[in-house]
């Protein structure tokens, strides 16, 4: 075979990275063979996205080295390390919303008939060819803004498709997909390593990482912990190396009691204009009553978040059916409605829907609570400091401290700020849209607890997961939707994950 193939693809030497303020890399030295997927695990806010950024030129000012199949290097940016080979799918997802898919995927490189014009048809049919490689089947011309996280990540992944990467690497790359759409995407992968592509794969979910990984590096606050192959280790070692302690199992707590009914949903239906299916919900029903963890259940488009988003104002179309909130019929036409009847909502796409980029973790956790803070006629910045570092405290947010911008934190810390946010407005009615979505395990567990106190002190809680076995861990009861409709409720006891999947994909 490759006679290089003793030279590690990829070698970085005591690379140093600091923030203002941070160390997010301390002296990190890692070799990645050639062909290799080798995942890199680690807490939220230990410095995988830090250390990817920097070898795909993301990231250009460091301490150290990094050799690309033997040779020093000092990428300039991402195009240099585009041409190198290198090209990375990020964590937040980073196409210009107003763009075609097309042309997204082309930027910067658009192919041009020998008139030097704009070769749109050319461009439509590679792009049409590389998402059905990836068996994705939205039009090429559909704006990228509109399209669903999960479709925004194919796209992307079929950017660097185009690109020919030799080396890839993806930040989270399942955070946002189905099961089916994972299944979809292993099996790209499975291709890509066929094809000697080398991969270097970021994630939270154990599952994968052992079903993917040929080896594994744990990362720790900065520092490079170990690096072992799959088989040499076991996921409990590994997490116990991210963590550096034993991480108790998820469990369900049964020492929760319902009362009384706080929110009812009659027959909601939300139309669908211009598409086939008529509806995107159609004629759903549901009930949570206080101290209750209502999870949703359904595959990617199956109406989930647009149910969330249905009872929290931010319909995109007008509704159809009653919600009753405590008895009483709401018709919210905005979501500043909803919050101020006590309803709160943490969304899927923080970077879209969640984040406020150019301001302070503070300013993003007290946004919707500035009026309590301003009950004395000036915001009380004091009052609005302490909720808020309270608030962070709790769901063990990293960062430099509240007053750090929001865009500085690591994606699961940013994930937490936006928990944080809707936690300090002390609703009554909490929806949450898959919101441990990048969090490590240590956050999860975190979260979980959150969301078993808050039910205790009777609040309500809607919940929808990608992950079925954290929504049976979670829940009291759950939902099942199927392409808008629902087509399954199961009580806990009764709830099994072949169940679930079997609503979930009931056809008519
Ligand atoms: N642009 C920045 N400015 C200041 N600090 C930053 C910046 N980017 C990252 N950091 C800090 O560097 C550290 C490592 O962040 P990084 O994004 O690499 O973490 P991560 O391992 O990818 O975490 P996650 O699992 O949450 O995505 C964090 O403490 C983060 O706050
Ligand atoms: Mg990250």
Known sequence: MNTTAEVPIIATRNITKRFAGVVALDDVSLDIKEGELHAIVGENGAGKSTLMKILSGVLTEFDGDFLLRGQSVRLSGTRAAERAGVSIIHQELNLVEQLSAAANIFLGRELRTR???????AMKRAVTELLGQLECHISPDTQAGTLRVGDQQLVEIAKALSLRATILIMDEPTSALTKGEVERLFRVIERLRQRGVTILYISHKMDEIFRLADRITVLRDGRHVETVHRSDTTPRRVTHAMVGREIEEAQHHDSRIPGDVLLEVRNLSLAWPGHARKWRLENISLTLQRGEILGIAGLMGAGRTELL???????????????LLRGRPMAFRHPAEAR??????VTEDRKRLGLFSQLKVRENMTICTLEDAARFGIVRHAIEAKSAS?????????SAGIEAPIM?????NQQKAIIGRWLLTRPDVLLLDDPTRGIDVGAKAELYRLMHQLC????????????????LTVSDRILVLC??????????????????MEAAIQRN
Do not use: K, Y
């Open 309 to 323: 988003e249905c009872l929290f104002g931010a319909a995109t179309e007008p509704i159809r059916g009653e919600i």
């Open 340 to 345: 101020a009847a006590g309803v709160a909502m």
């Open 483 to 500: 392409e808008g409709r629902q087509t399954g409720e199961f009580a806990r006891h009764e709830a099994t994950e072949q169940l679930i």
């Open 390 to 398: 309270e608030c962070a405290t709790r769901l063990s947010l990293r």
């Open 408 to 412: 500085s934190l690591s994606g699961g």
């Open 456 to 471: 205790r002190q009777g609040i309500g809680i809607i919940v929808t997961s990608s992950e079925l076995p954290e929504l």
């Open 115 to 121: 008139f030097g014009l704009l070769d749109n048809a």
